[in-house]
């Protein structure tokens, strides 16, 4: 007998599963609202341009190898990814207190984070948003967490933020506990605490000697402002704070399949970088020894260069907008068919998903008989919104709200 005749079948994937779902579908009317990517007016994939543009010029570069990088990554990404989360005056930066280190994308940093609290540090107690991005919970169990807790942070009734339970339950958190949370754009709800809201949480997270670990998927892509979406990281660093954050660069640069990120370090010294980031070195070695180079080139040389980064900036503006433009598509679509309901929410809500607030039996309605594709939460992408399916979209949403 095979010795892997007693492994059980595991469960799919949901998102991977309804893409595949999705592309299987003949209907011609099809719409695929549950990938995390962003697409065009045409449902295509975008190319950003200044990424075409970057990649010319490295493949054009006849000095380049492919030679080992550095267990920790290129310093020229490590740093210039580090200074577009905590800003370009940032003094954590400029007093070496905090360091970036280069990731297999936002979950490769976030595994590299959780690794070295788990193992460096022996924490067991984790806390993240109910609902959450569902790889969270996966993630730091897989690198040696014990204890997974949740906040409250979904109001269904209101369909906005459950703040006073958020902060109810974070005060309740033990000494020590790491608290996840999305920097912006939160994934699956698409709602953000305000800035005085963050304030509250940072005096809570402080009280308490909570330790913050950020997951900053989305800069700029959110509002268009790397800037505007960097705040709750950069107040919580103002403050004092030691804390992680994991960034990507999929959504904002349209990387996807390049898997190039960011760990930012922050430390309360700098005496302590030394030892921190030699333990970081030694949890890669074991991981996956060290990074890819062409993704991380590209956000370099972008981002290093003044006139590709401002162009850049234009990109990510676009992206935003369209995504911004298809909300208020798909509210007035539902408000002029008076859909039962309220549907101000959606344009409320910010980055690239929309938590509508649909129930599974609603959502198999517009699986099965619409053959429009999302996650059973009610969870859409809004990426896959565009110009020709949105009054589709809309009228399938209104059959299903008034069916019940």
Not at 63 to 80: C, F
Not at 314 to 325: A, L
Request: glycine share 6%; proline share 4%; aromatic share 10%.
């Amino acid at each position: 007998m095979s010795i892997f005749a007693s492994v059980e079948l595991g469960p799919p994937v949901e998102v991977f599963a309804l893409n595949k779902a999705c592309n299987d579908d003949p209907n011609p009317n099809k719409v695929n609202l549950g990938v995390g990517a962003y697409r065009t007016n045409e449902g295509k994939p975008w190319i950003l341009p200044v990424v075409k543009k970057a990649e010319a010029a490295i493949v054009a570069d006849g000095s380049l190898n492919h030679e080992y990088l550095p267990v920790l990554g290129m310093d020229s990404i490590t740093n210039a990814a580090s200074t577009l989360l905590l800003g370009d005056g940032s003094e954590a930066l400029a007093s070496k207190r905090a360091f970036g280190v280069q990731c297999l994308s936002g979950t490769g940093a976030l595994r590299l984070g959780a690794e070295f609290l788990a193992r460096i540090l022996h924490r067991t107690v984790f806390y993240y948003s109910d609902p959450t991005w569902e790889n969270h919970h996966k993630v730091f169990l897989y690198a040696g967490f014990t204890e997974p807790r949740t906040y409250r942070y979904w109001h269904q009734e209101t369909r906005a933020i459950d703040f006073a339970g958020m902060l109810e339950d974070l005060e309740q958190a033990p000494e020590g506990a790491v608290v996840i949370l999305h920097a912006c754009a939160h994934n699956p709800t698409g709602i953000d605490p305000t800035e005085d809201q963050w304030k509250q949480i940072a005096d809570v997270c402080e009280k308490r000697k909570l330790f913050p670990f950020f997951d900053s998927a989305y800069q700029g892509f959110a509002s268009g402002d790397p800037n505007k979406d960097a705040f709750a990281v950069r107040y919580f660093v103002s403050r004092g704070f030691e804390l992680f954050c994991a960034q990507s660069f999929a959504k904002n640069f349209g990387l996807y399949n390049e898997r190039i990120g960011n760990l930012t370090v922050v430390q309360k010294e700098a005496s302590t970088s030394a030892a921190v980031a030699s333990q970081i070195t030694l949890l890669v070695r074991g991981m996956y020894s060290n990074p890819p180079a062409f993704g991380s080139r590209i956000v370099s040389r972008v981002l290093n260069d003044t006139e590709l980064r401002s162009e850049w900036m234009e990109c990510i503006k676009t992206m935003s907008s369209r995504i911004i433009t298809m909300r208020k598509a798909l509210y007035d679509e539902l408000v002029a068919l008076k859909t039962p309901g309220t549907w101000e929410h959606i344009t409320n809500q910010i980055g690239m998903f929309s938590y509508t607030g649909l129930n599974e039996k609603q959502v198999q309605i517009l699986m099965k008989e619409f053959s429009i594709y999302l996650l059973k939460t009610g969870r859409i992408s809004m990426c896959g919104l565009n110009e020709s399916n949105v009054a589709y979209v809309a009228k399938a949403i209104h059959a299903a709200v008034t069916r019940e």
